[in-house]
C-alpha cells in the first residue's frame, strides 16, 4: 500500500522567512498529488494538487509545489510566510492503482508550522 | 460553493448510547466519505460511497454504521462506541469517485466517549 512521509514535524519560522515542507510518497507509477492545510479550529481546505503536465504546481495563497517524479516527492513552498499561515499542512496521495480503488486518499502524518510575528 | 456541512459539532456519548452523526453538501457530488481523526495524526479513511452504494469499508468496527440515504446526505451511526473511539469525524465529498476527483473536507463533529 502507499505511504505518505513528511519529514518535519513541526516547523517554527519567522515571518517573511521562506518555507519548503518536505513529502515523499512510496513507489511510484501514475499517482495524483494534494497538499492540504488544516487552520486552527477549521477544517481541511485544499491548498494545491497536481495530477499531470507542469510538475510545478501554483495553489492559493501563494502556495506552491513540486513534482520530482525520480524523488518520489511533493515539496510545499512559501516564498514569504505570514503569521496567518500558522496551521497543520497535510500531503495527500491518491494511488489508482493501489488496489484499494481509486477513492483511496493516503495522508501524511502532518507538519505543523508556526509563524512567528 | 465548495462547502460539506457537519452537524453537530461537538458530541458527548455514553458507551451505551446511541446517536448519529449527519453530513451534507450541495455541491452535486456523487461519492462521500467518512473518515476519523485523532489529535495530531492524519485522516484514516473510514467509509466511501460512491452513487448512493457504500464502496469501501474499511475493516470498520460494526458499532459504526453509514447509511446514505441521497445523494446530498450521509450519515453515521454510532452505538456501544468505546472511550477510544473519541476523535475528530470528518466528512467529505467529491464530483465523482475517480482517482482525479478531490475531495473536499466538512469541518467535522468532535466526539467525545465516557
Known amino acids: 500500500a502507499q505511504s505518505v512521509s513528511q519529514h518535519n514535524h513541526h516547523v517554527i519560522l519567522s515571518e517573511a522567512a521562506s518555507l519548503e515542507l518536505g513529502c515523499n510518497y512510496s513507489y511510484g507509477g501514475t499517482v495524483n498529488l494534494f497538499w492540504y492545510v488544516q487552520y486552527p479550529g477549521q477544517h481541511l481546505q485544499l491548498l494545491l494538487k497536481?495530477?499531470?503536465?507542469?510538475?510545478l504546481v501554483k495553489g492559493i495563497k501563494g502556495f506552491e509545489a513540486e513534482f520530482i517524479k525520480s524523488k518520489f516527492s511533493f515539496n510545499l513552498r512559501k516564498p514569504s510566510v505570514q503569521w496567518s499561515d500558522t496551521a497543520e499542512y497535510f500531503c495527500a496521495v491518491n494511488d489508482p492503482y493501489s488496489g484499494a480503488g481509486s477513492y483511496q486518499l493516503t495522508f501524511g502524518k502532518g507538519t505543523k508550522l508556526s509563524v512567528i510575528p | 460553493d465548495t462547502e460539506v456541512t457537519q452537524t453537530p459539532k461537538h458530541l458527548v456519548m455514553g458507551m451505551t448510547n446511541k446517536k448519529s452523526l449527519k453530513c451534507e453538501q450541495h455541491m452535486g457530488h456523487r461519492a462521500m466519505y467518512w473518515y476519523k481523526q485523532k489529535a495530531k495524526k492524519p485522516p484514516e479513511l473510514m467509509f466511501v460511497y460512491s452513487y448512493e452504494k457504500l464502496s469501501i469499508n474499511e475493516s470498520v468496527p460494526s458499532r459504526f454504521s453509514p447509511e446514505c440515504p441521497n445523494s446530498s446526505l450521509l450519515n453515521l451511526h454510532l452505538h456501544a462506541l468505546q472511550p477510544e473511539d473519541s476523535a475528530l469525524y470528518l466528512c467529505a465529498s467529491s464530483q465523482g469517485a475517480g482517482p482525479t476527483d478531490t475531495q473536499y473536507f466538512g469541518p467535522g463533529t468532535r466526539l467525545t466517549v465516557l
Open positions: 497536481y495530477f499531470s503536465g507542469d510538475p
